[in-house]
């Protein structure tokens, strides 16, 4: 699986392994997913990268935010999202995904926006168990 994330991360002109970051955007509040959560073992589990912020252990998080896998960001600090590849998740059309698709984050380096913005109709492994992450 590595020489496969290696060799899609050298397409797209990415860094191997690429900073994955995973976005929530719910109608009042932007979330970070962290390490520990359902989808942040997955990315451990594929041995790809997290940002520094996101990259936070359960114990630490529910000491510091009071969860243990999400971090709740503005919309000013939605930097702290960036990464090489950002999955954005949302479901629903909120004023806040508007806002965030007009940001720096998600209109820098537009040639490789096609990659550092992959379009997704479900995150089906954002769930926190098998049966949400398999409907």
Request: glycine letters at 0%; zero cysteines.
């Given at each position: 699986m590595h020489e496969?994330?290696?060799a899609a991360s050298s397409s797209q002109g990415l860094?191997?392994?690429p900073q994955v970051s995973v976005v929530r955007i719910y109608p009042d509040s932007i979330n970070l997913y962290l390490h520990d959560s359902f989808v942040g073992v997955i990315?451990?589990?594929a041995g790809l990268a997290r940002p520094e912020v996101q990259n936070?252990?359960?114990s630490e998080a529910q000491q510091q935010f009071g969860n243990p896998i999400q971090v709740s960001i503005s919309l000013k600090r939605l930097e702290q999202a960036d990464g090489d590849v950002l999955f954005?998740?949302?479901g629903e059309d909120t004023?806040?995904?508007?806002?965030a698709a007009q940001s720096p984050v998600a209109t820098t380096?537009?040639?490789a926006n096609a990659a550092r913005l992959p379009r997704s109709r479900r995150l089906d492994w954002v769930g926190n168990n098998y049966r949400q992450s398999h409907p």
């Open positions: 496969a994330i290696e860094p191997f392994p990315l451990q589990d936070i252990p359960a954005v998740w949302t004023s806040q995904a508007s806002q380096q537009s040639d």
